[in-house]
């Protein structure tokens, strides 16, 4: 009985050991494919940024795409869910719904008129800080998480508040652009899964720094 008790287990722990292997291989490639995807995305001929345009002709189509025709925009929603998902529960939960939320508040900011700091020097500054915090793997505690999030998301909603009003259909524009802002950060949150292996989580970081670096782009780009 032990030895047949034995052999089983032994099989057992080889089945597992076999599997878990097969699970940190998937991470790893997945953490790789991320950084590559990204690497490509940055050497595409996007615009700079987002906010660029006054005119804004569509309702949902145009408000949907619209965020993902700016990598400043992009990067910094996807860094989002990244961050959240270094950082595990609640923030996982939290920062992507913040984040819309505070948007919305500048967004109204926006179509007020109400003057805020340099908005694109903002925004740059967004995708800086949130890829260092991915590079760094920044473990931040809640409020502070929240609140530079928070932060971060009045520029972002400020600078096409301020546009909203040229739309034609401005209600349909607003709900595709919340929508397609939070498939960013799902995206976001499914690449930060990468996390649960060593090499996931090493090329997550290498990913951040690139968002760093991009971030730095914007920036002088802004300034000038």
Request: hydrophobic share 55%; net charge neutral; with cysteine.
């Amino acid at each position: 009985m032990r030895g047949r008790w034995g052999g089983n287990q032994g099989c057992e722990n080889g089945e597992m050991q076999t599997a878990m292997q097969g699970r940190i291989s998937s991470g790893g490639r997945n953490g790789l494919l991320a950084a590559a995807a990204l690497g490509v995305a940055l050497l595409l001929p996007h615009e700079a940024s987002a906010h660029m345009g006054t005119g804004l002709p569509g309702g949902f189509g145009s408000g949907f795409v619209h965020p993902l025709s700016g990598v400043d925009h992009m990067l910094a929603m996807v860094s989002v869910g990244i961050w959240g998902a270094f950082l595990g529960r609640p923030l996982v939960f939290a920062l992507p719904m913040i984040f819309p939320a505070m948007m919305a508040v500048g967004g109204a900011a926006g179509m007020a008129g109400i003057g805020v700091p340099p908005v694109e020097m903002g925004i740059a500054v967004s995708v800086l800080v949130l890829g260092l915090m991915i590079a760094l793997a920044v473990r931040a505690p809640v409020w502070i998480a929240c609140l530079i999030v928070a932060v971060f998301a009045l520029f972002h909603g400020y600078a096409h508040g301020a546009e909203l009003p040229s739309a034609a259909d401005p209600v349909g524009y607003s709900v595709g652009f919340v929508l397609a802002t939070g498939l960013l950060h799902i995206a976001g949150i499914g690449l930060g899964l990468a996390k649960v292996t060593r090499a996931g989580e090493i090329a997550l970081r290498a990913v951040g720094g690139l968002i760093a670096g991009a971030g730095v782009w914007f920036l002088v780009a802004a300034i000038r």
